[in-house]
């Protein structure tokens, strides 16, 4: 006998919404199992507590499923737990390799077996993107990257090396010659300038500001910006940069963009900058995020830009938490 698990969300607790999903859930279990319903020996559904206006077991029968023994069941309502969700197993007869199936909103409730997606968070210097998307990647179990340490590192290379960080030809140059590379240790993004760990350096103003000048270069951008691609196409990952939802990944399943006002960007980075020890003042570091920004939103190739389609949160009067919450929410709204 073999055992077949899935799972799907509605969006509202209706019995047409009910025998949609159902019907959609079991057909795809059907195809991607190879199954005739004959070999079916039983169903068992659960859903969570806000599903009231109809069993899923009934649907299951409407949809042609008559000759196995078909089961409801409602969980208990569990705290931060997935809403409107239908869960199934299916018990077949015969013995087989099972392709369990997960959708729509479901899909993060089995992130290695559901089929890869990207998450693009852009948005401006301390608008909370780098401590979202890290937990939001921790949280789904898949890769983060930061966009933003790979042109930080090319800066790193620019200003080591002596040139012009504004000079597109040089900068072009250098970078022809040095591997930059992003390598993962315990789900944790090491960045690489040849076999060196740049990591730890990438984070003074100095750099931010350079990495800022030199992702202007649109053939330094594009050697980026390739690599963010070919690392995205091969696994499930959240990025967080600019030009993410805009340039990088137009297709991303998933857009946020995240902002806030200058004086709350400010002092968040600034906060940080003093808890790593560093002596900083407030009102420069303020008209830095201000002068990065403009330089970010007004270049020519993939600026700073919100995508149509990516949800704008204003991280201002939100704490991490809340934001995380908000984003996790929208995803589940929008499988
Ligand atoms: O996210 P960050 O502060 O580490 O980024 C540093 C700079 O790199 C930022 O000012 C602009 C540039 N950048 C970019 O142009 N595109 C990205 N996807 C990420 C960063």
Redesign the pocket.
Known sequence: MTVIRGATTISKDSPEEIRSAVSELLEQIESRNALKREEVLSIVFSSTSDIHSFYPAKAAREAGFASCSLFSAQEPEIEGGLALCIRVMLFIEKNIEPHHVYLRGARILRKDIAQKYNIAI?G??GSG??TAAKLLANDCHILYL???????AC?LAALRAGIDVADEAQVCDLMRGIALTVLYQDGVQHTMLDKEDVTAL??SPE???A??T???HPSV?MK??EK?REIAGKMSCV??????GTF?LPDADFKFFLTAAPEVRAKRRYDEMVARGEKVDFETLKKEIVA??E??AT?QL?P?KKAEDAVLIDTSDMTIEEVLKTIKRKMQEKI
């Open positions: 852009d401006p210097a993107k780098s930061d966009t933003g340490a790979m042109y930080r800066a990438l984070r750099i931010s500001m990495a800022s030199v992702s202007r951008r980026m910006v963010q990025l967080d940069g600019r030009d993410i990088v990065r920004d330089q970010d270049r993939a700073l």
